[in-house]
């Protein structure tokens, strides 16, 4: 394994189980906040690989609005997990969202009920994974991205913060874990508070990934802050952050501290 890797690993608590193949504890919530300069997305793929590892056990219900399924079978492919076979084996469950686009608010509530059929897609699979044979093994449920949710549904922000608050339940109610990509700077500024109130309250990690304030350097092509909300230390809960340095390559992203090269 990179040893970069590690870093954000150790970062999410997924090394606490004591072994490579950990993977987000059940409930937790995951919020990536990138921008158009600098992607992240190599976060989603990497949970990916993780919930995924043989270790683990676990399986994935993956929403996509960026790019096709092609696409991330083969990012994830150069690092070591193929998703086509994970599919195959009812493990990795790919909603293709990419040409979706509800039914205008005027034709009787054509939004409303986009998003009711939306969520019962994402709860029958709940459903099916927890009742199966397989039945203890964790779900993780990922969206990518939802800054073009809100644009699939005609600027809804209403709709599409319900259907949200319906698929926090889910962390709740069925264990499962929750991952979200947000582009953060496609939002007006009116828009953007709104939105990340709603996204930062149930989170139980921010990750916030940005160019460098001097621009993209050989090395160094942009940072990555890690908010784990709510660690109890000394008799109080505190916020603790974790910041590294991002490189991106061709079969993923190394990351290391802050100065620690030169």
Request: contains cysteine; proline residues 3%.
């Given at each position: 394994?990179?040893?970069?890797?590690?870093?954000?690993?150790e970062?999410?608590?997924?090394?606490?189980?004591g072994?490579?193949?950990g993977?987000?504890?059940?409930?937790r919530?995951v919020?990536?906040?990138?921008?158009?300069?600098?992607?992240?997305?190599?976060?989603?793929?990497?949970l990916?690989?993780?919930?995924?590892?043989?270790?683990?056990?676990?399986?994935?219900?993956?929403l996509?609005?960026?790019?096709?399924?092609?696409?991330?079978?083969?990012i994830?492919?150069k690092?070591?997990?193929?998703?086509?076979?994970?599919?195959?084996?009812?493990?990795?469950?790919?909603?293709?969202?990419?040409?979706?686009?509800?039914p205008?608010?005027?034709?009787?509530?054509?939004?409303?009920?986009?998003?009711?059929?939306?969520y019962?897609?994402i709860?029958?699979?709940?459903?099916?994974?927890?009742s199966?044979?397989?039945?203890?093994?964790?779900i993780?449920?990922?969206?990518?991205?939802?800054?073009?949710?809100?644009?699939a549904?005609?600027?809804?922000m209403?709709?599409?913060?319900?259907?949200?608050?319906?698929?926090?339940?889910?962390?709740?109610?069925?264990?499962?874990?929750?991952?979200?990509?947000?582009?953060?700077?496609?939002?007006?500024?009116?828009e953007?508070p709104?939105?990340?109130?709603?996204?930062?309250y149930?989170?139980?990690?921010?990750?916030?990934?940005?160019?460098?304030?001097t621009?993209i350097?050989?090395?160094?092509?942009?940072?990555l802050?890690?908010?784990?909300?709510?660690?109890?230390?000394?008799?109080?809960?505190?916020?603790?952050?974790?910041?590294?340095?991002?490189q991106?390559?061709?079969?993923?992203?190394?990351?290391?501290?802050?100065?620690?090269?030169r």
């Amino acid at each position: 394994m990179n040893p970069s890797t590690n870093l954000l690993d150790e970062a999410l608590g997924l090394m606490a189980a004591g072994y490579a193949g950990g993977a987000l504890a059940r409930g937790r919530v995951v919020l990536v906040e990138d921008c158009v300069e600098t992607s992240g997305a190599f976060v989603l793929h990497h949970l990916v690989k993780r919930a995924l590892s043989p270790e683990h056990g676990g399986s994935v219900l993956f929403l996509a609005l960026s790019h096709p399924f092609s696409h991330y079978d083969r990012i994830l492919r150069k690092q070591g997990c193929n998703l086509s076979m994970h599919r195959q084996q009812n493990r990795f469950h790919f909603i293709d969202l990419l040409k979706m686009e509800f039914p205008d608010e005027a034709q009787k509530n054509g939004i409303e009920d986009g998003f009711v059929e939306l969520y019962s897609k994402i709860l029958r699979a709940v459903e099916v994974k927890s009742s199966g044979d397989d039945r203890r093994a964790h779900i993780s449920i990922m969206i990518d991205d939802l800054s073009i949710l809100e644009i699939a549904a005609h600027g809804s922000m209403d709709h599409v913060l319900d259907f949200l608050h319906y698929c926090f339940t889910l962390t709740s109610e069925q264990d499962c874990s929750l991952v979200i990509l947000n582009h953060e700077d496609v939002y007006l500024e009116m828009e953007s508070p709104r939105l990340l109130s709603h996204l930062i309250y149930p989170a139980d990690f921010i990750i916030k990934v940005e160019p460098l304030v001097t621009g993209i350097s050989a090395d160094v092509h942009g940072q990555l802050t890690i908010l784990k909300k709510g660690v109890f230390n000394d008799g109080q809960y505190t916020d603790r952050a974790s910041n590294f340095h991002i490189q991106v390559k061709e079969n993923g992203v190394e990351l290391f501290f802050p100065g620690s090269r030169r």
